[in-house]
């Protein structure tokens, strides 16, 4: 898979609507294998190399190292907010309970309440990222179509 097809056939789930880094990873990778991408071939544009590791992640067997946040959001193509909410959901999973845990808890429920939609708020999923995800693409589509309108 190219680094162009992995843009347009990127993941239409945000990030915003996982609370653990592991699923996202899992739901993300799922799609990502229809599009003929390996293990290594992700593992690669994070900067580690190692197969095994993302999949003991995947299992649950290793913990994603705060250290390869970075590669990982790359290699994900986050946007910076998208990143920035990843990045607090490794942390929260490196975390005790107690106020740091609190804290990181705090700052995921604000980037959830900014990036998405509440009850009838189209205009929410835009706010996510710069990018038109495949879900709003479909909506607006579908609203436009279904108006009559526009």
């Not at 250290?67 to 929260?92: M, N, P, R, T, W």
């Not at 609190?102 to 710069?130: M, N």
Request: aromatic share 10%; net charge positive.
């Amino acid at each position: 898979m190219s680094q162009g097809s992995h843009k347009r056939n990127r993941l239409a789930t945000p990030v915003f609507v996982f609370e653990d880094h592991v699923d996202y990873l899992r739901a993300w990778y799922d799609y990502a294998k229809r599009y003929r991408l390996t293990q290594q071939a992700f593992m690669q544009r994070t900067g580690i190399g190692s197969q095994a590791y993302f999949s003991d992640i995947l299992a649950r067997r290793k913990k994603l190292a705060i250290k390869h946040i970075e590669g990982f959001a790359a290699a994900l193509e986050l946007c910076e907010d998208e990143a920035e909410y990843f990045s607090l959901l490794v942390q929260k999973d490196h975390t005790e309970k107690g106020p740091p845990k609190e804290q990181i808890l705090k700052q995921l429920a604000l980037y959830r309440e900014k990036h998405l939609p509440h009850a009838g708020d189209e205009a929410g999923w835009k706010r996510s990222c710069h990018h038109a995800t495949r879900w709003e693409v479909l909506t607006n589509r579908n609203r436009v179509m279904g108006s009559g309108t526009e």
